[in-house]
């Protein structure tokens, strides 16, 4: 079963930050968050991970909280091409590091 | 483009046939991982290849389904006498064998069985 939960669906105005959160309060001290997000039809696409420490890349930003129970994911100025699924995940790093998807969130992005 | 590659992109068949997908990981991934996601849901796990072993099989990976990786380069994942519910989008990702490194998916195989 997946170790995340996230709203099932959120709306954001384009040009507007998004920001998807996700909680992972059973998450253990060698497991890290990952994001990935998919686009009708297509496979999932990474976006970033982290372990404890904020991470940004050129897609996004991910915040984490200093328990680690929880994340956020901003994607700072959102355009109709980001609507997707989010999915959060975390993953034990060492173990062979299959990934268990949730149901994710809908994120829309509406003009 | 060298990301994950998977052949064919759709694929209709009867029921009780036998169909086989292949995937092309990124060139170097140790890691391969093979995927079922329906409508609606996130991808399930199904099995996993470190180069040429395979090891892990999900408990949805039924003796009908068997899956290779002979040189530890491209996978088949084949489906014998398939049923109505093997309908599904078959997805395949790479990783390094780095601990932390992300799975990188391809744009998956949607299987249609009528």
Redesign the interface.
Known sequence: D?KTTQPPSMDCAEGRAANLPCNHSTISGNE?V?W?RQIH??????II?G?KNNETNEMASLIITEDRKSSTLILPHATLRDTAVY?CIVRV??S?????????TKLSVKP | DTGVSQDPRHKITKRGQNVTFRCDPISEHNRLYWYRQTLGQGPEFLTYFQNEAQLEKSRLLSDRFSAERPKGSFSTLEIQRTEQGDSAMYLCASSPLLGASPLHFGNGTRLTVT
């Open positions: 997946a890290y990952y990935y039809s297509q496979g999932p696409q990474y991970h372990l999915y790093t060492g062979q590091g299959n990934l268990i998807f949730g149901k994710g």
